[in-house]
């Protein structure tokens, strides 16, 4: 249940993030107003490596980052409690309170 939840809510930040990239290159590449087309490829200023390159790099990022997140919380992956003061400080809190 925990994995599939996990899935969703990677899919859904990796939609959010291609569509907040495309908009921005959009936005770059043929202008802001609504009057433009949405052809963002064959606009007058293009990223260095183009805008269709640089539109499959970020898709292989965003795939790289959405397995590495899947990874984190995968099965087996249980939370465990971990403990904020290492022994040190509990040394020094016993030495304070007595």
């Not at 269709?52 to 990022?61: D, E, H, K, Q």
């Given at each position: ?11 859904v930040l990796a939609i959010a993030h291609v569509t907040a ?14 009057t433009h087309k949405l052809d963002l490829f064959s606009g007058p200023w293009q990223p260095p490596l183009t805008a ?47």
């Amino acid at each position: 249940m925990l994995t599939r939840l996990c899935a969703a809510v990677v899919a859904v930040l990796a939609i959010a993030h291609v569509t907040a990239f495309l908009s921005a290159l959009r936005r770059y590449t043929v202008g802001a107003g609504l009057t433009h087309k949405l052809d963002l490829f064959s606009g007058p200023w293009q990223p260095p490596l183009t805008a269709a390159g640089v539109s499959v790099l970020f898709g292989l990022a965003i795939l790289g980052y959405g397995w590495w997140l899947l990874r984190l919380a995968g099965p087996g992956r249980e939370p465990q409690l971990v403990s904020v003061c290492p022994s040190v400080c509990h040394s020094q809190r016993r030495t304070v309170d007595q």
